[in-house]
């Protein structure tokens, strides 16, 4: 049975088969192709005997290895690995087949290529996950061939492979690696000058060319009887919390992405810079009800509690709670905090019910709401209109669009700070608005 489960038939054998029908088809008419064909048959059976015995003479003839990362990053390119090793003493032809995740909806894997004896063989391929969780790998299939390429052999390696997709870490690494190399700016990061001195004082030096004559301190210049300058440092350990609308309107996918796989990409980006710049980072996520909370610490470990944190959030099908926000946020955060809030509202109305306890929540903590561009919407209105039904999409598509303009006004009227973002472009927005307020001491 194993023999049998193994045993393919390669293409060309039914090339060669087809072959010889046509001879005993036109043998009715020409009657000396008759025991050509029969020759044919005849060469085709002793080839297929040959090649048969070639493949299945020796045991262990092949082997195959597929090596994966402990973990996939979500929205990025993740290579995949494998090791091919010939043992055959003779060249062989290869037709791998590797069975993805069915997440990937990828059923056409294929790779072809030819070993000599004792060769190993090395390639690699890249998958792009766009949702979190755990992807099982199916069987590793090699089917092997020789020369002859009448029979083929089957052998399967590492029948299920499970590996755990988690928020975009890569995304996280290279803003991380950017803002240790001070390039930034290449990304599209501000450079947001200081206004007044929103620092912590760390201590008096002598005064050498370029300090701010503001940071001047005359008693010390008088003890002394030389300038000396106050020396500050960003204020630090403040606390900085992602909150995570995981309600129905961040179900909304854009480039296989959904809103909400988008904000929690953002936040670990966001929370590592943050760590970095020694502030404390939490987290929180709600729709109808709280669903997660992680009180802000400025440990570098406390990263993996909220990427383990992230890694389980999920879209609930509800409307979102703003007021039990509130009320969380009232009975949790004692200390004024910079709050980012990954939400959206696709019409005015929708932010007008929420906005009192929006409002509510802006009056202790810093309070920054993030909605998104409908990028959709922006390439319909670029479309050049040609008959009336296509004026009347643009229109409704140019109504939408101002409808996000309006709530950005109108969150700001009410002493909200505001992002408006396409969302791939929602992580360097993010970082610039929290540079921008250390750089103000909004906090």
């Known amino acids: 049975m194993k023999f049998l489960k193994s045993l393919y038939i390669h293409p060309n054998f039914f090339k060669v088969l087809a072959l010889g029908s046509a001879c005993f088809l036109l043998s009715f008419w020409i009657h000396w192709l008759y025991p050509l064909a029969w020759v044919l048959v005849l060469i085709i059976s002793l080839v297929?005997?040959?090649?048969?015995?070639?493949?299945?003479?020796?045991?262990?003839?092949?082997?195959?290895?597929?090596?994966?990362?402990?973990?996939?990053?979500?929205?990025?390119?993740?290579?995949?690995?494998?090791?091919?090793?010939?043992?055959?003493?003779?060249?062989?032809?290869?037709?791998?087949?590797?069975?993805?995740?069915?997440?990937?909806?990828?059923?056409?894997?294929?790779?072809?290529?030819?070993?000599?004896?004792?060769?190993?063989?090395?390639?690699?391929?890249?998958?792009?996950?766009?949702?979190?969780?755990?992807?099982?790998?199916?069987?590793?299939?090699?089917?092997?061939?020789?020369?002859?390429?009448?029979?083929?052999?089957?052998?399967?390696?590492?029948?299920?492979?499970?590996?755990?997709?988690?928020?975009?870490?890569?995304?996280?690494?290279?803003?991380?690696?950017?803002?240790?190399?001070?390039?930034?700016?290449?990304?599209?990061?501000?450079?947001?000058?200081r206004i007044g001195h929103t620092q912590e004082f760390e201590q008096i030096k002598e005064y050498v060319p370029g300090n701010d004559f503001r940071t001047i301190n005359w008693k010390a210049t008088a003890k002394t009887g030389q300038l000396m300058v106050n020396q500050y440092q960003d204020e630090r350990s403040q606390p900085?919390?992602?909150?995570?609308?995981?309600?129905?309107?961040?179900?909304?996918?854009?480039?296989?992405?959904?809103?909400?796989d988008y904000a929690i990409n953002a936040s670990l980006a966001f929370s590592n810079v943050a760590l970095k710049k020694h502030d404390k980072v939490g987290l929180l996520t709600f729709s109808k009800n709280i669903e997660a909370f992680l009180p802000a610490q400025d440990k570098l470990?406390?990263?993996?509690?909220?990427?383990?944190?992230?890694?389980?959030?999920?879209?609930?099908?509800?409307d979102s709670d703003f007021g039990r926000?509130?009320?969380?946020?009232?009975?949790?955060?004692?200390?004024?905090?910079?709050?980012?809030?990954?939400?959206?509202?696709?019409?005015?109305?929708?932010?007008?019910?929420?906005?009192?306890?929006?409002?509510?929540?802006?009056?202790?903590?810093?309070l920054v709401v993030i909605i998104f561009e409908n990028t959709e919407l922006e390439e319909l209105i670029s479309i050049p209109t040609q008959d009336l039904n296509s004026i009347y999409h643009k229109t409704i598509a140019e109504k939408f669009s101002l409808e996000k303009y309006t709530m950005v006004r109108e969150l700001q009227k009410h002493g909200i700070q505001t992002i408006l973002t396409k969302p791939e472009n929602l992580t360097v927005n993010a970082i610039n608005k929290y540079l921008e307020v250390k750089a103000k001491g909004l906090i």
């Open 301 to 318: 470990t406390h990263l993996n509690k909220i990427m383990d944190q992230l890694y389980h959030i999920d879209t609930q099908f509800q």
């Open 48 to 193: 297929a005997c040959i090649d048969l015995i070639l493949l299945y003479r020796f045991k262990n003839a092949f082997e195959a290895k597929r090596w994966l990362p402990k973990k996939f990053s979500n929205s990025d390119d993740n290579l995949v690995h494998i090791s091919l090793h010939n043992r055959y003493p003779i060249k062989t032809w290869l037709q791998v087949i590797d069975e993805l995740p069915a997440q990937f909806q990828k059923r056409d894997f294929e790779y072809r290529t030819a070993l000599k004896p004792n060769e190993t063989k090395d390639f690699s391929y890249t998958v792009r996950p766009v949702d979190r969780g755990e992807y099982i790998f199916g069987n590793l299939n090699v089917f092997v061939s020789t020369g002859l390429k009448i029979i083929k052999r089957k052998f399967t390696f590492q029948e299920h492979d499970t590996v755990a997709v988690y928020p975009s870490f890569v995304q996280m690494q290279k803003y991380d690696f950017l803002a240790i190399s001070n390039h930034l700016t290449e990304f599209g990061f501000k450079k947001i000058r």
């Open 240 to 260: 900085i919390y992602s909150i995570i609308d995981t309600g129905r309107v961040m179900k909304m996918p854009f480039e296989g992405l959904k809103l909400l």
């Open 325 to 366: 926000l509130y009320a969380q946020v009232k009975r949790q955060i004692s200390h004024r905090s910079m709050l980012m809030l990954y939400t959206n509202f696709e019409h005015i109305s929708a932010l007008k019910r929420q906005l009192p306890s929006l409002q509510a929540i802006a009056k202790k903590h810093l």
